[in-house]
């Protein structure tokens, strides 16, 4: 069920409403239901994958509180992550692994029959489950922060299972930690007239970002990435631009929308976005975007490589950021993407001392060094993201191959200025907000005015979202992750 869709505008409420007339005792299992219906409405079968992740860590994580050898403990743990890796693995990345094996075997002249091997499973009915990177990421750090002693487990199966599956953060996020997310579910929750009004008001700003920006811009990004031989020079450097700010956009409004239907249920989600496009190194940049999930890489996957595997900074960096790209997405076009941002997180770490040198001697302002910087990050993470907008390896190099050649000086593929300047104008005009209040205050902007200027504001939001929304029930961008 997608946020922005209709079936989502009667659900929400329902469940709301259903949430507050149920005395508190049955909460837990009303929105366990609410929430395995929400996923099931898209591919009911995938929910057994659900069922199996949150069974396989609910009783791993029992057993390991009740057992004293660290080697059995160690077990448990590795039979979750096997599990979860496991799902992630056969459903999302076996079909990439195994052609890239025949291509490697083929190269070195052998060949790999796979005739025998489709009778078992037919790589194209293997579906990409909704959500499994997230829903399995988040067990996952469950069984780990119990391996360490950070929680103690969660002893009823139901309310572990709603940790897992609740609805708002289910499919794309953010990644809730156990020791965060567990206690909300189960305090008990008054109405809260303020808590609620907040919650609908970032509702209504995800779908703005949704469906009057982020589509917006789409149409422009897929006229450039799907035909990057037609043009040359400005189309594209406008179009891979423009994508930035389309997946920026779409993501911060599907977490806007989580956040505020989880505050309409008493439950306070972690902001997944800080302003990243204003940053002035790369450092800053992967501390401001998909917080949650480079959280999570810096706890469970960086912080162990260096103190329990004895890797190096360097190795450490390159390695999660190899797995961070193929998080996203079983093509090397990922893995590149992420391979990029990691030497420029190298590169950074490496030069500092020689830049901090060189910004001593120098008599500029350090203003204009972090103009500079902003005007770096920005260009190379648009860059990067050329990679991760194309189908394929081919595909990306031709883009940027045509990017550089600037044989005219037109700029506007849609034939249509009002809509060209329309986007252009709603970026600076999103940017701006940010810039002011950030991605977790913007409701400050409205709730802080006088009650005729708040309804003021809200016919106009009503009157934009109607005149320029397009409805068009687009899928959320990280429902393919």
Not at 192 to 201: D, L, P, Q, S, T
Not at 358 to 380: C, E
């Amino acid at each position: 069920m997608l946020f922005n869709s209709f079936e989502f505008l009667i659900f929400c409420p329902l469940v709301v409403i259903g949430f507050y007339c149920l005395p508190h005792k049955y909460r837990w299992l009303w929105l366990l239901l609410a929430s395995y219906y929400f996923y099931m409405a898209s591919e009911p079968s995938l929910v057994i994958l659900l069922l199996v992740s949150t069974s396989v860590d609910y009783l791993c994580g029992l057993k390991m509180a009740t057992v004293t050898s660290r080697k059995s403990k160690k077990l448990l743990l590795a039979l979750s992550v096997s599990v979860n890796v496991g799902l992630l693995f056969v459903f999302k990345y076996l079909k990439f692994f195994t052609l890239n094996i025949k291509e490697l075997l083929f190269f070195f002249g052998l060949e790999m029959d796979t005739s025998s091997a489709s009778t078992g499973y037919n790589f194209a009915e293997i579906l990409l489950p909704v959500g499994i990177s997230f829903y399995t990421f988040q067990t996952m750090a469950y069984s780990i922060q119990i391996y360490r002693g950070d929680i103690q487990p969660e002893k009823h199966f139901g309310k572990f299972a709603l940790y897992v599956a609740f609805f708002p953060q289910l499919v794309a996020g953010p990644i809730e930690r156990a020791s965060r997310l567990i206690p909300q579910l189960k305090k008990k929750v008054y109405f809260n007239y303020k808590e609620i009004r907040k919650g609908i008001f970032y509702m209504a700003w995800g779908l703005f970002l949704k469906i009057v920006v982020a589509d917006r811009l789409g149409i422009y990004v897929d006229l450039a990435f799907n035909d990057p031989e037609y043009y040359q020079g400005p189309p594209l450097i406008l179009g891979h631009w423009f994508f930035g700010f389309q997946i920026y956009y779409d993501f911060a409004a599907y977490t806007a929308i989580a956040i505020g239907v989880a505050k309409t249920l008493g439950v306070d989600l972690i902001q997944n976005f800080n302003r990243p496009f204003f940053s002035k190194s790369a450092d800053e940049f992967w501390r401001r975007w998909h917080i949650s999930l480079m959280q999570w890489m810096r706890d469970y996957l960086y912080r162990p490589l260096i103190k329990d595997f004895k890797f190096n900074r360097l190795s450490a960096v390159l390695l999660v950021f190899f797995i961070t790209g193929l998080w996203h997405g079983a093509n090397w076009t990922f893995i590149i993407w992420g391979m990029l941002n990691a030497l420029l997180l190298i590169l950074e770490v490496a030069t500092k001392p020689i830049r901090k040198k060189i910004i001593q001697k120098l008599s500029f302002p350090k203003r204009l060094f972090s103009i500079m910087g902003f005007g770096f990050i920005f260009t190379y993470i648009m860059f990067s993201l050329i990679f991760f907008r194309s189908p394929s390896l081919s595909h990306a190099i031709l883009y940027i191959k045509n990017l550089f050649k600037i044989n005219a000086l037109q700029i506007n593929i849609l034939d249509n200025y009002f809509e060209m300047a329309l986007s252009i104008f709603l970026i600076l005009f999103v940017q701006t907000i940010h810039y002011l209040k950030g991605n977790s205050r913007i409701h400050e902007l409205v709730f802080k005015r006088s009650a005729p200027m708040r309804w003021a504001i809200y016919i106009c939001f009503i009157f934009v979202v109607v005149l320029f929304g397009l409805n068009r029930q687009n899928t959320f961008i990280y429902f393919q992750f």
